[in-house]
């Protein structure tokens, strides 16, 4: 911690120190003044019904419960100016980013590899991925396009000097490992005909057949917080590591509680009406093995409908209000970007695998399909038309001597553990399911338990070694913005 007479003669020379552990301080190059814009830009679908992503069969949703947003923040400098955008969907892929930020960097200038666009999934927005019997809908899908570029632009026009900062504090009650290995010589069954998986994804209470979680739940929030010169709230981009709550009533649109953080946050920090809204942001941090089931209990607890993304959300922002007050705030600081993009192999069906899944779908007519069997016979056709290889985009950026680092994967915790530990920058997060869709990203020993996560579809289909490959970018990006 830099003493507070130093740090408001360092901030208003602007520069900034960097601690090390062992407490040294390095001085970082002089940075001109900080801008921020943010702006949460509507995206609830225009039409209904719709169908939603999530799913083994697809759902058609027929009015939303709450709107829909995609929460758009840019900060530039007269150096470097870059764009993080959290979306209400489910998973976002490559085309759609794509396409969204080309049309963002045409209107504002922000380079496209300085913008972040990430999905919070939610399993309660409009399908924009094919994933199980869910298929895209094209028409929405050019709406979200359009309406992130715009949002990014619009919160780039209504950028103000600013002033920003960051800290973190742990919150482990809503976080549940949700793969449970089997007690000792028991296995489960595969949907490819197959029974040697070791681990079972949401066993369910009371299950007598499983020992305990396989894996770490993260209890990291962590929060950017961006102001005015001032001190008026601008924007909160917070980050938790949890797949999804739930818990919606029949088939309807809903932002989850990551909607509910973003409305409570607002009224939390008291905003006022005066100048640009207050624009609360949650993003996914590394969940992809990690709900908010706690299975070790016998019973679960009674909730109503939305009842509790409410308390998770209510939770959550008790956690940031007791760092929010504390958090140190710069005018300039350095921002770098670093977007990659690395080769990942691809687990192709075999000739042998291919047979049996068109064996097994010509024997029914049943549309849509039932039971996972027949679902994951149709995964392993469509898989069979993939590239051997797939282009896997990671994006490291650096705010000060914060790190925030991206996968378009639904990354398991223990890679997030990792790569926040091994992080050159003091702090650092990462938010998943950015920048594109490439499914799963279990660990070589996860893929050798099995499970859900691993099982061969559009939602799971890099190859066993993809996760090292990814994290040691990851830490590859991060230590090239540090420098
Ligand atoms: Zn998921």
């Not at 509680?257 to 009406?273: H, I, L, T």
Request: aromatic content about 6%; hydrophobic content about 40%.
């Amino acid at each position: 911690m830099v003493a507070t007479g130093i740090r408001s003669t360092i901030v208003r020379l602007g520069i900034l120190l960097l601690m090390a552990d062992d407490g040294s301080l390095t001085l970082l190059a002089a940075e001109s003044p900080l801008q921020a814009g943010a702006f949460a830009q509507d995206i609830t679908p225009l039409e209904f019904p719709i169908s939603v992503n999530g799913n083994m069969a697809d759902v058609q949703a027929t009015g939303a419960h709450d709107r829909l947003h995609a929460r758009c923040l840019v900060l530039a400098n007269s150096e470097t100016s870059l764009a993080i955008v959290v979306c209400d969907s489910c998973m976002i892929p490559r085309e759609i980013i794509d396409a969204a930020r080309q049309q963002a960097a045409a209107k504002t200038g922000i380079p496209a590899g300085n913008i972040l666009i990430s999905a919070t999934h939610a399993h309660s927005c409009p399908t924009v991925t094919g994933v199980f019997q869910s298929d895209p809908d094209q028409k929405y899908s050019q709406f979200l396009i359009t309406r992130i570029a715009e949002g990014i632009d619009l919160a780039y026009r209504q950028r103000v000097p600013a002033r920003i900062g960051w800290g973190a504090v742990d919150e482990p009650s809503q976080l549940f490992n949700r793969r449970w290995v089997a007690k000792e010589g028991e296995t489960f069954e595969d949907p490819f005909g197959g029974r040697t998986d070791r681990v079972k994804m949401n066993p369910g209470y009371s299950n007598p057949l499983v020992d305990r979680p396989v894996g770490a739940v993260d209890p990291q929030v962590s929060v950017l917080s961006v102001q005015t010169r001032d001190g008026r709230p601008l924007a909160l981009l917070a980050n938790y590591s949890l797949h999804y709550v739930g818990g919606v009533s029949g088939a309807v649109v809903s932002a989850d509680y990551f909607g509910e953080f973003a409305m409570r946050m607002a009224r939390q920090v008291q905003a006022g009406n005066a100048g640009p809204s207050f624009v609360g942001m949650m993003s996914n941090g590394t969940s992809g093995d990690v709900n908010n089931v706690n299975f070790s209990l016998k019973v679960g607890p009674k909730r109503e409908p939305y009842e509790q993304m409410g308390v998770v959300a209510e939770t959550i922002i008790q956690a940031v209000s007791k760092v929010y007050g504390e958090i140190q705030y710069f005018d300039s600081v350095p921002l770098r970007v670093q977007d990659a993009e690395i080769e990942l192999g691809v687990r192709v069906p075999s000739a042998e695998d291919l047979e049996r899944a068109n064996k097994l779908l010509s024997e029914t007519n049943d549309r849509p399909l039932k039971g996972m069997p027949l679902v994951y016979a149709r995964e392993t056709t469509l898989l069979a038309k993939y590239p051997s290889t797939v282009k896997v985009r990671l994006q490291a950026i650096r705010i000060g001597s914060l790190g925030i680092v991206s996968s378009p994967c639904e990354t398991f915790t223990e890679t997030g553990l990792a790569v926040k530990k091994e992080s050159p920058l003091p702090r650092t997060f990462t938010i998943e399911l950015a920048n594109g869709y490439n499914g799963y990203l279990p660990p070589p020993e996860q893929h050798r338990l099995g499970g859900y996560e691993t099982w061969r579809a559009r939602s799971s289909y890099l190859a066993a070694d993809a996760e090292p490959k990814v994290r040691e970018t990851m830490l590859k990006l991060l230590r090239a913005v540090a420098e």
